[in-house]
């Protein structure tokens, strides 16, 4: 009867381990299968410019093209995005979905803004669905100044003036001595 007992003991500590071996195998795939649908989107400003297509002195209007860049950098494809343009004058939208490692453009074409002067554009981005929880990863803002009479910024050549200026004083003092 000892042997019989011990081999019933050695084999419910057998069973008693096989057991929990697989149900922390089938645990182990059942948390991995959980931690892989981890999947996300994560929208991020990639690029933001504006062009001049027309001034209009006469009625001080200035129309721009201006292009918002959205990149999806996340996992999975998008909800509805809406991109949302904001000047002095009013609200602008578009949206669209963005597939995973995409970039999309939002083009605001012949956007007229009065005055010929610069002006701020607020740039915002978020879910369509009104319902939907805000995150880090589907909604942000940024700014672009519309810089008026150039284009994405100051086309100046920086210096011209004062190199300008010295020319014009080396001449001035060449004929006062030529004068003489």
């Not at 009625?59 to 860049?69: A, E, G, P, Q």
């Not at 669905?129 to 589907?138: G, K, R, S, V």
């Not at 942000?140 to 200026?165: M, Q």
Request: glycine letters at 8%; a negative charge; one cysteine or more.
């Amino acid at each position: 009867m000892g042997r019989r007992w011990v081999f019933m003991k050695s084999k419910g500590i057998l069973i008693a381990v096989t057991s929990f071996l697989c149900f922390g195998l089938l645990l182990g795939i059942f948390v991995d299968t959980i931690a892989g649908q981890d999947e996300y989107y994560k929208i991020s400003i990639a690029d933001k410019s504006y062009e001049i297509t027309n001034i209009d002195d006469v009625h001080n209007i200035i129309k721009y093209d201006i292009s918002v860049t959205l990149r999806n950098n996340g996992t999975i494809e998008s909800d509805d995005i809406t991109v949302r343009i904001m000047d002095e004058d009013g609200n602008y939208t578009r949206n669209a979905t963005i597939m995973p490692g995409v970039s999309k453009t939002f083009l605001f074409n012949n956007h007229p803004l009065f005055g010929l002067t610069d002006h701020t554009i607020s740039i915002f981005f978020y879910p369509t669905d009104t319902f939907a929880q805000l995150t880090e990863y589907n909604h942000g803002e940024d700014t672009l100044i519309l810089k008026y009479g150039t284009t994405n910024g100051d086309d100046n050549t920086p210096g011209f003036e004062s190199v300008f200026l010295f020319i014009l004083i080396a001449l001035y003092v060449m004929v006062k001595k030529y004068k003489k």
